[in-house]
């Protein structure tokens, strides 16, 4: 469960920045004032777009039969691993500018005094959040096998956005222990670990379902020095992608992926400019 505590915690302060942002620049002017109402609109049309996605998740899974689960688990641990890398590599190409970028759109919608506008921009940022947060949690629970009782889901939930809450506080405090910049850096090599291990979860179903050959099953036997069903060895399955008895297909494309992911930071970093981060990640 510390898993959707932590996807829950990660997604919801990214969220409370995007809000906060826009909620801190409209309160700031009589004219911005008015769109308040517009902004909350938009979350709550966010949150229900994103609980929509779930429900939809919930439905396709309950009409599949044993085999067609095991495809649809394979697949959404998967593009949850894509979408957690594609949201490194964007909050790395946006995330000095994001404060700019959103109060560029919000001054567009202000100056044409079309509310509307404003409240798609802040649906389609927090939807974007949510629908992210839903796809990592189906494919994380899914990857776990046996599901977690409800009311472990909900505590876990509640408990991330607390944290959230919390580390948003923090963070808007500011201090040389806490910043937007160690706080993103932070999270985003634990959000590819996180990657590592729903990629690997997935390659499990491919395997199971024979569509990926195994190659050599297992390559090594590590249980006696770290077993994966307990312990350290369950936090490193959990959040890395750790098998005491991998196979060798899951150990190539484990090494690719890393590979990839390497390839990619190095090309942001390449793109990056060398101007000061915002106030955001200050």
Aim: charged residues 10%.
């Amino acid at each position: 469960m510390e898993q959707v505590v932590f996807i829950v915690w990660r997604e919801s302060v990214e969220a409370l920045l995007v809000v906060g942002i826009l909620f801190t620049w409209l309160r700031a002017s009589a004219a911005g004032r008015k769109g308040l109402p517009w902004l909350w609109a938009g979350v709550a049309a966010g949150l229900a777009l994103a609980l929509a996605l779930a429900l939809v998740l919930l439905g396709i899974s309950s009409w599949l039969s044993d085999e067609g689960q095991e495809w649809f688990q394979a697949i959404m641990a998967l593009a949850a691993c894509a979408l957690v890398v594609q949201m490194v590599y964007w909050m790395k190409r946006h995330g000095s500018t994001l404060k700019l970028e959103l109060e560029s759109g919000a001054s567009q919608q202000l100056a044409n005094s079309n509310w509307w506008g404003l409240l798609v921009l802040v649906m389609i940022a927090v939807a974007r959040e949510g629908s992210e947060t839903v796809v990592f949690l189906y494919g994380t629970i899914s990857a776990g096998g046996s599901g977690p009782a409800a009311w472990q889901l909900a505590l876990s939930g509640v408990l991330g956005f607390l944290a959230a809450l919390f580390t948003f506080w923090l963070l808007q405090l500011g201090g040389k222990l806490i910043t937007w910049r160690r706080f993103f850096k932070v999270t985003e090599i634990l959000l590819l670990l996180l990657a590592s291990s729903l990629l690997v979860s997935g390659l499990d179903h491919l395997i199971s379902l024979e569509v990926l050959p195994a190659l050599i099953d297992p390559v090594w036997d590590s249980s006696w020095l770290l077993d994966a069903n307990g312990g350290v060895g369950k936090i490193l399955a959990d959040f890395a992608g750790y098998r005491a008895f991998p196979a060798l297909s899951q150990l190539l494309i484990w090494a690719l992926y890393w590979l990839g992911v390497w390839r990619l930071l190095k090309h942001v970093d390449a793109l990056a400019s060398p101007a000061a981060p915002s106030a955001a990640r200050a």
